[in-house]
DNA sequence: TTCAATTTGTAACATTTGTTACAGATACTA
DNA sequence: TAGTATCTGTAACAAATGTTACAAATTGAA
């Protein structure tokens, strides 16, 4: 498990001695949960970190009505969920977690995070370095898809997540097909297909099979 | 300057004497801005925390045809603007800010929170709950602000941002004029009147002056 | 290769939302 | 109080996007 924990955000940068006592001296635990298990419940209060090791993990919430909807999955080895509420200090997680599959989740009392005491060990410091690093990329990466939600026509969706992921010669790979960018701009598939044509027709843009190529990157600019 | 900084969020909880020793062993500055000075450009590597003490700052960045938009703006004392920048490690703030007013900004390096040795002071301890806590509620907001957003139709926004906002009661005080709500759910404000009106047509809520109050709550979930 | 499954572009039409203009309501100031 | 500015709802129309269905293109596996 050691050579997962070493790639993960949390542990990153840390020797497996400095991991090993990281997780002794925070009282760490490995749980493990079958298919349809409760992780957590939207009334508990989030005192843990949690790390994914194996499995899938939902995140969603029930309406008062008893209709359940799902907010996030997590099924990516090393990921962090949750963890937004454990820092908010908030008396109850809003959400349930639940595994969707057999799940192995690394626990570590929030305690942990905040008692420096004899802690002039470096792995505390990286450490904390690595968890404010993983809030501010959620919210970095949050604040990047909001700009792109935050535009009012679907053209202007497309220059701005363009834009945001061109490589210096104007080609954009997004890793994307079709479906998953038109749900990630929040539209309908062939709404997409109409806009990039369009796009590619007053050319702006030159689409060859997945890859992109911008070429008026001025225009697009001037759209947003 | 103290019974500000005792508000903010970055001080949240520490005494005075707590604070001052904050900013001794940091570092800390006040720098003076003048109108239309530009605090840090877009090249610039993070290492400051910066406060907003007094003044107003817009955040913004230059596209390569030279024009400028402005991303955010802050004007409350005790904000911190930037600092996400900073704990991501990038080399470089891809925005400017500038002071729009003659302005007092409060920098501390942020070698100060990287760096645990010796601090077994209970103040470390404090500020480091409330970087980590300034962070989550940043990611908090705009995670909310996303689920606002994604919602496919007008009125399944009104319904999120109303159940979002909703006392034990159903009375929703949102603070914001139909124009700042209409610009927060990013439609034209006739859109909102209309679609509000329909729903109040359709007995889903009630709207007196500035209130709203929720009639059928399990209706409106399922909506969404 | 060949076939089936998946992805993608297209088109016609329905629906939603934006735009513009205006009038009544409300809030603010002299 | 009167008068002005701002906010809000309304309506007619324009524009954008969603919906549905389908065929061409692409992918992946036998």
Redesign the interface.
């Known amino acids: 498990m050691l050579a997962e924990l070493k790639k993960s955000m949390l542990f990153l940068g840390m020797t497996e001695t400095e991991i090993n006592e990281c997780l002794k001296k925070s009282g760490a635990k490995v749980v493990e949960y079958k298919k349809g298990d409760i992780i957590f419940h939207q009334k508990e209060e989030p005192l843990k970190l949690m790390m994914l090791i194996e499995g899938t993990v939902v995140i969603g919430n029930n309406?008062?009505?008893g209709?359940r909807?799902v907010?996030a999955t997590f099924n990516q080895t090393g990921e962090l969920f949750g963890?937004?509420?454990?820092?908010?200090?908030k008396k109850s997680y809003d959400h349930y977690a639940q595994a969707t599959v057999q799940a192995r989740i690394l626990q570590i009392p929030k305690a942990f995070?905040?008692?420096?005491?004899?802690?002039?060990d470096t792995y505390?410091?990286k450490m904390?370095?690595n968890?404010?690093?993983i809030?501010?990329?959620?919210?970095?990466f949050?604040?990047q898809?909001?700009?792109v939600?935050?535009c009012?026509t679907l053209r202007q969706k497309l220059a701005k997540i363009l834009l945001q992921n061109a490589s210096v010669g104007g080609e954009v790979r997004l890793g994307m097909n079709r479906e998953a960018l038109a749900d990630f701009l929040?539209v309908a598939r062939p709404s997409l297909s109409r806009e990039l044509m369009k796009m590619q027709e007053d050319g702006l843009l030159r689409i060859e099979k997945k890859n992109i190529y911008i070429n008026k990157?001025?225009e697009l600019?001037?759209l947003?």
């Not at 963890?83 to 200090?89: A, G, I, M, S, T």
């Not at 995070?113 to 002039?120: D, P």
């Not at 809030?135 to 970095?140: E, T």
């Open positions: 309406s008062s009505d209709r909807s907010v963890e937004v509420f454990v820092f908010l200090n995070i905040y008692n420096a005491e004899g802690r002039n505390y410091t904390i370095a968890v404010l690093s809030l501010a990329h959620k919210a970095y949050l604040n898809r909001l700009q939600m935050a009012a929040n990157l001025e600019e001037n947003l």
